[in-house]
C-alpha cells in the first residue's frame, strides 16, 4: 500500500542549531515533491517544490533534498529560530495523478531559545 | 495578498443535521480541494473540483459530497453529520496539477 512516512515524535533542538526533518515514501512515483508549515489552528503554509529531477533545492534558511533512489526527502533549517516551533508537512502526488496531493503526518518541530 | 475563505472557524451541529462549509477563494484558481485533518490521520483528501460543476472523489468521500456552482466557490455537504465527521475541514486551491496549494484556516467542526 501507499505511504508517506514522517517522525511522529515532536523534534526538539536549540536555537540555532540545524533541524533536519525526514520524509519517507513508498509505492508512489512522485513527480515532485511539497513541504508546508502548519501552526496550531492554521491551514498549512507552502513553503517548497521540488521535482523528481532535482537533487535540491534552497530557500533563505531553508533546504530540501529529494532523493528518488531513497524514496526520502530531508527539510532542513539552518540556524533555527524559536518562531520556527511548528509541525512540517510534506506532501506528494504521483507523476499520473497530480492534482491528487497526499500529505504525510507531519513532524513537529520545537525550537528552544 | 492571495485568499482562501473558509466561512466558519467553528461550528457545533447535531446528530442527523445536514451540514454545509462554505470556501471561496479568490485567485481564479481551476482547482479546489477538501481535506479533513484529524490527530495521528493527518490530513486526507475528501473531494476535489477541476472546474465548475467537475468533482472527483479522493480518499475518503464517504458520507460527503461537494457542490461548485460557481469557480470560486466550493462547498462541502454532510447530508447527515454523524460524531465521527468530528474534525478540522480545510479548503485549499491551486492553479493546476503540480502547483503548490493555498489554504484557508480551518473549519473546527463539533458533531454532537
Known amino acids: 500500500s501507499q505511504k508517506i512516512e514522517q517522525n511522529s515524535e515532536a523534534l526538539n533542538i536549540q536555537e540555532g542549531k540545524t533541524a533536519t526533518l525526514t520524509c519517507n515514501y513508498t509505492?508512489?512515483?512522485?513527480?515532485?515533491l511539497q513541504w508546508y508549515r502548519q501552526d496550531p489552528g492554521r491551514g498549512p503554509v507552502f513553503l517548497l517544490l521540488?521535482?523528481?529531477?532535482?537533487k535540491e533545492k534552497r530557500k533563505e534558511r531553508l533546504k530540501v533534498t529529494f532523493d528518488t533512489t531513497l524514496k526520502q526527502s530531508l527539510f532542513h533549517i539552518t540556524a533555527s529560530q524559536p518562531a520556527d516551533s511548528a509541525t512540517y508537512l510534506c506532501?506528494?502526488?504521483?507523476?499520473?495523478?497530480?492534482?491528487?496531493?497526499?500529505f504525510g503526518g507531519g513532524t513537529r518541530l520545537m525550537v528552544k531559545p | 495578498d492571495v485568499k482562501v475563505t473558509q466561512s466558519s472557524r467553528y461550528l457545533v451541529k447535531r446528530t442527523g443535521e445536514k451540514v454545509f462549509l462554505e470556501c471561496v477563494q479568490d485567485?481564479?484558481?481551476?482547482?479546489m480541494f477538501w481535506y479533513r485533518q484529524d490527530p495521528g490521520l493527518g490530513l486526507r483528501l475528501i473531494y476535489f473540483?477541476?472546474?465548475?460543476?467537475?468533482?472527483e472523489k479522493g480518499d475518503i468521500p464517504e458520507g460527503y459530497s461537494v457542490s461548485r456552482e460557481k469557480k470560486e466557490r466550493f462547498s462541502l455537504i454532510l447530508e447527515s453529520a454523524s460524531t465521527n465527521q468530528t474534525s478540522m475541514y480545510l479548503c485549499?486551491?491551486?492553479?493546476?496539477?503540480?502547483?503548490?496549494?493555498?489554504f484557508g484556516s480551518g473549519t473546527q467542526l463539533s458533531v454532537l
Open positions: 509505492n508512489y512515483s512522485p513527480a515532485y
Open positions: 473540483s477541476y472546474d465548475v460543476k467537475m468533482k
Open positions: 521540488i521535482r523528481e529531477n532535482e
Open positions: 485567485m481564479d484558481h481551476e482547482n
Open positions: 485549499a486551491s491551486n492553479a493546476g496539477s503540480n502547483e503548490k496549494l493555498f
Open positions: 506532501a506528494l502526488a504521483n507523476n499520473n495523478a497530480g492534482n491528487m496531493l497526499t
